[in-house]
C-alpha cells in the first residue's frame, strides 16, 4: 500500500530590500524626501531675491516676538511698510517671524530654503495620497507626485522663499481635501474633531494666500467625482439620493474661514488707497471684458507650453511682454486663438470624461479651480502671469494625463502589453527618464536663483519686451560703482518700453522713473566729485530731473485716483491720506539742492514730508537745505526733529553742535552727559524754543495728511519725554484738520 506523501511548500524567495520599502508605509515619503533633497540641494546656497528683501529683511514685524508685532501682522497688509497692498496673509508672515525671530535666522536664508523644502516634500505626499484615491495603480500615483515633486514650475514656490505663501495654501488644501474624503468614506471614528480639522485646515489655507477659498470647490468636485455622472442623467431619484449622500455638514466646517477672510480683507481695504490695479504690471487692467478674456485664455496657453516644455523661464512676465489680445489673425493674437482652442478641447475632454474617466474629470478640474483666481479670466490681479500660479495646477495636469494613459494601456489590446513585465520596464524607464529630465532642468533653473543678477539676465534673455526685468537687472548691478554706465543704460531702455506702449498718466511705472533719476544723480555726482566740468555734472542733474518731473506727474494722477476711488467707497475725506512714491520728492529735492535752487528742494521736501511724516532722513535733507540757503534755526529745528523721531539719525548731534555754536556760542546747548550721550541743554531759551517748534510742526504735518493717531502720540511724547507745554499744540487740536 502507497502513502501519500505531501509534498513539501515551495519556499519563497526573499523580497528584494526596494520591493519591501517600496510596500511599507514609509516607503513612498522616505522616496519623495529623498528626491525632494536631491532636487533642491543647491537653493540652500541661495540669498533673498525678488520680493524677499522687502517682505521679510525689511519687515519690522519679524524681527522682533511681541504682542505689537503680532497684532500688526494680523491687522496690515502683507507688504506693510514698505507699500499698500490688498494681500491679507497673515500666516505666512506668522512663519517668516518663526525664522527669523524664534529659530535666529535673521537674514541667513538657508532655515527659510530648509523650511520651504520640507513644505514642499509634505506637498509632495499629499498629491501622492490624493493621486492614489483616482488612479488604478500606486505607481501611477507615485509619478504624479514625483513629477510634482520636480518640475521646474514649482521652483517659484519652493526656491523664491516669499513662495511659502503657495505652500502653505497648497498644504492646508491637500489636507483638507484627504479629511474630506476620509470622512465621506466613513473611515474617521472621531467626526467631532476631525471635521473641527477640517474648518482649521480651511482656515489656515486662506491665511496663507487668498486663493485657498477655492478649497470648497475642489470638495465639491471630489464629491462630483466619485459618483458616476450616468446617475444624473434624467433620473431625479439619483441625483436626490447624491445629494443625501455628500457630507453637507462638511462643506458648513469650511464656510466660517471664507467669512473670516471676506471680513479680514474688508477692513484691511476699506480705507486703503489701493483702488485698481497698474497696468505696468498687469495690462489687463486697461482691457475691455472680452480683451481681458481673451488676453487671460492666451496666458492660460502659455500655462500649458510651459508644463510640457519647460525650457525657458522668466521671474516676470510684466508689461509690455504679454501684449493684450487684438482683434486679428496675425502676430502674436494666434497664441490667444491656439490657447482658445486648447482651454476648450480640456474641457470637452473633461465633459466626456465626466461619465466613464471620472479621474481625468476630477484632475483637469482640479487645474482649472486652482488656476482660476489668479487666471485673470474672474478678477484682475497683480501680475499677468506667473510661474508659481501653476504649484497646484500643475498636480491637476499631471494627474489626468496619468489616468489617460492608464485607460490606454488598459485597453484589450494593449493589456497584455502593459501586464507583462517587459512593459512595466519599457513604462517605468520611460517614466524616470521624463523625472530626470524634468529634475535636471530644474537643478540648473535653480542657480538662476542664487543671486538677483543672474536671475534677472536669465529674465531678460526669455522676457526682452518686459520693462521691469531691465530694471531689476539695473537694480542689482547698481551695487557696483564700476557699472553705472551699464544701469543707466539698461534704465533708459526700460523707460524706452513704456514709451514705445504708452500707457495713462494713472499707471505710470514711478519706481522706474526714480531708479533712472537715481543713476544719472549718481552720474553727475561721480563727475562733480572727479572735478570734472561743471556743466556736463549739471546737464546729468537736468537729465535726472527731467525723469522725475515725469514721476511727480504720474505719482499726482496716481494719488487724484486712489482718493476718488477711496471717497467713492465711502471714506470721509478727513479719513483720506494722500498717497505716492515719496522717493520722488526726496530724489527732486536732491536734485535742486544740487543746482542751488533751495526753494524747489524745500518744496520737495515738505511733500515727501506730507506723504510721510516719520522718516528722519527726510528731516535731515531738509536741514541740509536750509543750512545751505543761510537759515541755520530752521535747520536746528529740522535736525531736531530727525532726532526725536524712532528713525534715529547717528549724524544729527555733531550738525547740531555745529549750528548752536553758530547761533548761541558759549551757551553749551548740546551737552555730553556722564554716560557719554549727547543731550540738549533745554534751559537755553533757544533750545527751547527750537525743541517745541521741533514738536509742533511735526504734529501739525501728520495731521495735515489725516495720521491722526500717529499726531496723537507724538504729541504725548513731546510733552512727557521733551518737556513741550500742552498749550503749544492748541492751535493743533482745537478744531479738526482739514484735508490737504
Request: positive net charge; charged residues 20%.
Amino acid at each position: 500500500m502507497k502513502r501519500n506523501r505531501q509534498k513539501p511548500a515551495p519556499q519563497q524567495q526573499p523580497q528584494h530590500w526596494l520591493r519591501r520599502l517600496w510596500q511599507s508605509p514609509a516607503g513612498v515619503p522616505l522616496l519623495l524626501a529623498i528626491v525632494v533633497i536631491v532636487t533642491f540641494a543647491d537653493t540652500l546656497g541661495g540669498g533673498f531675491v525678488l520680493d524677499n528683501g522687502p517682505i521679510i529683511i525689511n519687515d519690522p514685524r519679524i524681527h522682533e516676538v511681541s504682542l505689537e508685532n503680532l497684532k500688526l501682522i494680523l491687522t496690515q497688509n502683507y507688504w506693510w511698510p514698505t507699500y499698500e497692498s490688498d494681500l491679507y496673509r497673515p500666516l505666512t508672515t506668522f512663519s517668516f517671524l518663526f525664522n527669523y525671530s524664534l529659530l535666529e535666522s535673521a537674514a541667513q536664508p538657508l532655515q527659510y530654503h530648509i523650511l520651504n523644502m520640507i513644505l514642499h516634500w509634505a506637498n509632495a505626499w499629499l498629491v501622492y495620497l490624493l493621486a492614489a484615491r483616482y488612479l488604478v495603480h500606486r505607481s501611477a500615483a507615485l509619478i504624479v507626485a514625483l513629477v510634482f515633486a520636480v518640475h521646474p514650475l514649482v521652483i517659484e514656490a519652493v526656491t523664491n522663499i516669499i513662495g511659502r505663501a503657495d505652500l502653505f495654501a497648497a498644504l492646508f488644501m491637500l489636507a483638507a481635501l484627504e479629511l474630506h474624503a476620509r470622512l465621506r468614506a466613513g473611515s474617521i471614528m472621531l467626526r467631532l474633531r476631525a471635521r473641527f480639522g477640517l474648518g482649521l485646515f480651511a482656515l489656515l489655507a486662506v491665511l496663507s494666500k487668498e486663493s485657498g477659498a477655492v478649497l470648497i470647490a475642489l470638495m465639491l468636485l471630489d464629491d462630483l467625482s466619485q459618483r458616476p455622472a450616468a446617475a444624473f442623467a434624467g433620473r431625479l431619484a439619483a441625483a436626490r439620493a447624491w445629494l443625501r449622500a455628500v457630507p453637507w455638514s462638511n462643506y458648513a466646517c469650511v464656510v466660517p474661514s471664507i467669512v473670516v477672510l471676506a471680513v479680514a480683507r474688508y477692513e484691511l481695504l476699506k480705507n486703503s488707497p489701493v483702488t485698481y490695479q497698474l497696468a505696468t504690471d498687469n495690462p489687463m487692467a486697461l482691457a475691455g471684458f472680452w480683451t481681458r478674456e481673451m488676453t487671460a485664455v492666451k496666458v492660460l496657453g502659455y500655462y500649458l507650453k510651459l508644463t510640457f516644455w519647460p525650457a525657458a523661464l522668466s521671474c516676470d512676465y510684466s508689461y509690455n511682454q504679454i501684449p493684450i489680445f487684438g482683434w486679428t489673425a496675425s502676430g502674436a493674437d494666434l497664441d490667444a486663438w491656439l490657447g482658445l482652442a486648447a482651454v476648450v478641447a480640456l474641457a470637452v475632454a473633461a465633459l466626456v470624461a465626466w461619465r466613464r474617466l471620472p479621474a481625468v474629470f476630477f484632475f483637469l478640474g482640479f487645474a482649472f479651480i486652482t488656476l482660476l483666481p489668479m487666471s485673470n479670466l474672474v478678477i484682475t490681479i497683480g501680475t499677468v502671469m506667473g510661474e508659481r500660479f501653476m504649484y497646484l495646477p500643475l498636480v491637476g495636469l499631471a494627474g489626468a494625463l496619468a489616468a489617460v494613459i492608464e485607460w490606454f494601456a488598459a485597453r484589450a489590446s494593449l493589456a497584455p502589453v502593459a501586464a507583462s513585465p517587459r512593459g512595466r520596464r519599457i513604462a517605468t524607464g520611460l517614466a524616470a527618464v521624463v523625472i530626470v529630465a524634468l529634475a535636471a532642468r530644474t537643478i540648473v533653473r535653480n542657480l538662476d536663483w542664487h543671486d538677483n543678477t543672474r536671475l534677472w539676465r536669465s529674465a531678460v534673455q526669455v522676457c526682452p519686451n518686459s520693462f521691469k526685468v531691465y530694471k531689476g537687472l539695473a537694480t542689482s548691478l547698481a551695487r557696483n560703482p564700476a557699472e553705472l554706465d551699464e544701469c543707466i543704460r539698461l534704465a533708459q531702455h526700460a523707460v524706452k518700453v513704456i514709451d514705445n506702449n504708452p500707457v495713462p498718466l494713472e499707471h505710470s511705472p514711478g519706481g522706474l522713473y526714480c531708479d533712472l533719476a537715481k543713476y544719472e544723480i549718481g552720474k553727475g555726482d561721480r563727475i562733480a566729485q572727479a572735478g570734472g566740468d561743471a556743466k556736463t555734472a549739471a546737464a546729468w542733474y537736468g537729465k535726472a530731473e527731467q525723469i522725475l518731473q515725469r514721476a511727480i506727474r504720474g505719482d499726482r494722477a496716481v494719488n487724484a485716483a486712489a482718493r476718488l476711488g477711496t471717497l467713492a467707497r465711502g471714506v470721509p475725506p478727513d479719513e483720506y491720506h494722500d498717497v505716492g512714491l515719496r522717493e520722488i520728492y526726496e530724489l527732486q529735492s536732491r536734485v535742486c539742492f544740487r543746482l542751488k535752487r533751495y526753494p524747489e528742494a524745500l518744496e520737495a521736501c515738505r511733500w515727501d514730508v506730507h506723504l510721510k511724516p516719520r522718516i528722519g532722513s527726510t528731516y535731515m535733507l531738509w536741514a541740509d537745505i536750509s543750512a545751505a540757503n543761510g537759515d541755520q534755526d530752521d535747520a536746528a529745528i529740522h535736525w531736531i526733529q530727525a532726532m526725536i523721531l524712532p528713525e534715529k539719525q547717528p549724524l544729527v548731534w555733531p550738525l547740531l553742535e555745529r549750528a548752536y555754536a553758530v547761533l548761541r556760542p558759549g551757551d553749551h546747548a548740546v551737552v555730553r552727559l556722564p554716560n557719554g550721550i549727547m543731550s540738549l541743554n533745554t534751559n537755553v531759551p533757544l533750545v527751547r524754543q527750537h525743541v517745541n517748534r521741533a514738536c509742533h510742526d511735526l504734529v501739525e504735518m501728520m495731521l495735515e495728511n489725516n495720521f491722526r493717531q500717529d499726531a496723537e502720540d507724538q504729541r504725548k511724547t513731546a510733552i512727557e519725554k521733551y518737556g513741550c507745554p500742552p498749550a503749544v499744540f492748541a492751535d493743533l487740536f482745537d478744531q479738526p484738520a482739514e484735508p490737504h
